[in-house]
């Protein structure tokens, strides 16, 4: 298995959560907003950020502040760290949502 960095897992995942899907959408927006949540529970903060992904004008502070909390949760419970790298590469196999991502690609 190949090895992603955990700071890019965690930037994606910020990506994928603050944008607004369009029909059909890439089917794990729902679950990964449900884990995280679920990871996030009793830290406001977190969950003051999560909520505000998607919002019109939220800019890339807000996506970046969340991809740091992600990233701190994913350190500290392998698991957790585990199913958002399954679902971030599962969004990456979707043509559509992947177009909207960063290349995972290392560079050169």
Known sequence: MIEIDLMFVSFVAALLLDSVPEPPGWPGRTT????????????QAALLALAGMGAAG???????????????????????????RRLVVDAYTDPITAAGLPDPSPPL
Do not use: K
Not at 32 to 43: I, K, N, Y
């Open 58 to 84: 939220a800019g890339p502070g807000r996506v970046e502040a969340l991809a740091r909390a992600v990233h701190r949760y994913a350190e500290q419970d392998p698991a957790f760290r585990d199913d958002l």
């Open 32 to 43: 990964l907003r449900q884990l995280v949540r679920a990871r996030f529970s009793g830290d």
